[in-house]
């Protein structure tokens, strides 16, 4: 496992990408920080009863997806336990009209039509209004509700930067916050405010986080 950043604690914490065997875990982890989501709940119409079950399902899917497409997956680790996951989509190949076709067929097999159809809406809106032409997408972020409030989100977070450094191909590192605690994180962490983009009926700040000002403070 490729290690892209280590926190300077104790030297207990370390992120590095995740490997097939991390991706049920990292799934569980992102279940938990995404189930009251607004804009998943509008998706996956969190009044019905088998809400939880398209949930699963759809990150399950996701993080399929994502280790198909080999796009980068970071877990970060308190010892050897996971305590968050991040997941970005590349510069590269990771959107576009031919993204994961694979997943669009399991998606709807497992979450359904209109779900999906919702996921790819809501993917193309975010995307079109991001101010870069080629960039990282963060699309899944999460620390476990234990190890929350402890900084263990801005060692994750470094580890993205790490990330965006090994691809200089990439212009930032843009994330769509749909609360105002995500929004005030990731300005902590020098993502800059875009615009707010409605998503359904529910509305969040796109933010980026620029190469250039990562650069400038040195």
């Known amino acids: 496992m490729t290690n892209v950043a280590t926190a300077p604690t104790k030297a207990k914490v370390r ?3 995740l490997a097939a065997e991390d991706l049920k875990l990292a799934a569980s982890l992102l279940y938990q920080a995404y189930h009251d989501d607004p804009v ?10 088998d809400y939880e079950q398209r949930l699963r399902a759809s990150i399950r899917e996701e993080l399929g997806a994502f280790w198909h ?33 694979h997943w669009r067929l399991k998606m709807l ?16 809106v975010i995307l079109s ?3 870069l032409k080629k ?10 509700p234990l190890h929350q409030h402890y900084g263990f989100g801005h060692y994750l977070m470094a580890a993205v930067s790490t990330v965006l450094e090994e691809h ?26 875009i615009r707010e983009i409605n998503v359904g009926n529910v509305s969040g700040a796109l933010m980026v986080h620029y190469r250039e000002q990562k650069n400038s403070q040195g």
């Open 15 to 17: 992120a590095t990408y």
């Open 109 to 124: 097999l497992s979450a359904g039509y209109f779900s999906t159809k919702q996921m790819i809406e809501k993917e193309e």
């Open 69 to 101: 497409a080999r796009q980068p997956m970071v877990g970060l680790y308190l010892g050897e336990a996971m305590v968050g996951v991040a997941c970005l989509n590349g510069p590269d190949d990771g959107f576009g009209s031919e993204r994961f076709w």
């Open 168 to 193: 200089p191909d990439s212009e930032g590192v843009a994330v769509y916050a749909t609360s105002e605690k995500y929004r005030e994180f990731f300005k902590d962490v020098d993502y800059q405010f």
């Open 135 to 144: 960039f990282h997408m963060l699309s899944f972020i999460a620390i476990h």
């Open 129 to 131: 209004a991001v101010p």
């Open 40 to 49: 998943f709940l509008e998706i996956f119409n969190g009044e019905k009863e």
